[in-house]
């Protein structure tokens, strides 16, 4: 089965408090991408970040860094700092490149909310 | 770069009634998408293109839900007739390579 679990439905932090947010995803196949967007209030899905399966080494971009982990099948995102405009639903996504259909998978998201 | 439009922003309808959305990928884009998101859930893909051939629909309720992609560029989705349970915001996404993925604004719909 291809699924994209995120456990945590609501996280509130205090700005400039760091945040992880939780990725666990499940597919077959051994080629496959992972993805996290967000979506702010505004509705629209924005692209932060893409991984292949094949590259497990952590990514860092200004405040946010991901760390992929494949014996445990994760792909967690933190925030260092957060501002007030994180405040967003971010997505996790699975899009697996065999026997899965090469079609992108969501997890529920989760909301995170920061307050100044 | 122009985005990928869609329109029209809300609509509301009440139920049996049709509707339709309209979407324009970003240019140059072969993969195109359509998503629905119940409110508190992540996006659910309910069909696939890529150019003007349906790649995956598996999960679109054809009973109720057809789709298509003019010339391979613009598509619609349309509902005929809607159901209490489709109110739900509904994304156009394109793609150059099925990976990472470009959203509109989406269409929020709401059936009375």
Known sequence: ?116 | EAGVAQSPRYKIIEKRQSVAFWCNPISGHATLYWYQQILGQGPKLLIQFQNNGVVDDSQLPKDRFSAERLKGVDSTLKIQPAKLEDSAVYLCASSPLEEKLFFGSGTQLSVL
């Open chain 1, 1 to 116: 089965a291809q699924k994209v679990t995120q456990a945590q439905t609501e996280i509130s932090v205090v700005e400039k408090e760091d945040v992880t947010l939780d990725c666990v995803y499940e597919t077959r196949d051994t080629t496959y991408y992972l993805f996290w967007y967000k979506q702010p209030p505004s509705g629209e899905l924005v692209f932060l970040i893409r991984r292949n399966s094949f590259d497990e080494q952590n990514e860092i971009s200004g405040r946010y860094s991901w760390n992929f982990q494949k014996s445990t099948s994760s792909f967690n995102f933190t925030i260092t700092a957060s501002q007030v405009v994180d405040s967003a639903v971010y997505f996790c996504a699975l899009n697996p490149r065999g026997t899965g259909g090469f079609k992108t998978i969501f997890g529920a998201g989760t909301r995170l909310f920061v307050k100044a």
